[in-house]
């Protein structure tokens, strides 16, 4: 079973910056699109930014302008550079790959990173 390897998590002062990092453990084909989603307690996971196999990108509006969403399909890898940080950041973020083999969608989530954002 592959799984996704995230890093990069941690506490850090509101303004400051972090840079998460998620890489497959083994070769994954086909991926059509990555993400980045976070939680927090009581709430649902929620799309913070996604990056397809072409290129595009789109981003929640809480998080466009600070964050920045990067990826390297033929490594399994993907990046979010979060900038500007403010403490509503606050969450657990989980990586996110989607296979697309002939229309048969196969979801990858990774174990999730904390990130705090505080004084």
């Known amino acids: 079973q592959v799984q996704l390897v995230e890093s990069g998590g941690g506490l850090v002062q509101p303004g400051g910056s972090l840079r998460l990092s998620c890489a497959a453990s083994?070769?994954?084909?086909?991926?059509?699109?990555m993400a980045w989603y976070r939680q927090t307690p009581g709430k649902e996971r929620e799309l913070v930014a996604q990056i397809t196999i072409g290129g595009s990108t789109n981003y929640a509006d809480s998080v466009k302008g600070r964050f920045t969403i990067s990826g390297d399909n033929d490594k399994n890898t993907v990046f979010l550079q979060m900038n500007s940080l403010k403490p509503e950041d606050t969450a657990v973020y989980y990586c996110?790959?989607?296979?697309?083999?002939?229309?048969?969608?196969?979801?990858?989530w990774g174990q999730g990173t904390q990130v705090t954002v505080s004084q």
């Open positions: 083994a070769s994954l084909r086909s991926i059509h699109a």
């Open positions: 996110y790959f989607q296979q697309n083999i002939r229309w048969v969608f196969t979801d990858y």
